[in-house]
């Protein structure tokens, strides 16, 4: 799986880093998201498709 965030659509909710902190996380800056591991190992695809889906501005792209 790769992930992919658009940080023109997010909105720095936050909810990406809460679910899958260690996946996801927000710049100090401005919150935006962040993408510590875009090809996370198959035990995390369940928080990751949970973030992905928890996305208010649905940034956040899952591709197979």
Do not use: W, Y
Not at 21 to 32: A, K, L, R, T, Y
Not at 46 to 62: F, H, M, N, R, S
Request: net charge negative; charged share 20%.
């Amino acid at each position: 799986m790769n992930i992919s965030a658009d940080k023109d659509k997010c909105i720095g909710a936050g909810q990406c880093a809460l679910i899958a902190p260690d996946v996801f996380d927000q710049n100090d800056e401005d919150g935006q998201v962040v993408v510590l591991n875009p090809d996370p190992s198959s035990d995390l695809l369940p928080q990751v498709e949970d973030a992905a889906a928890g996305c208010p501005a649905l940034a956040i792209t899952l591709q197979r």
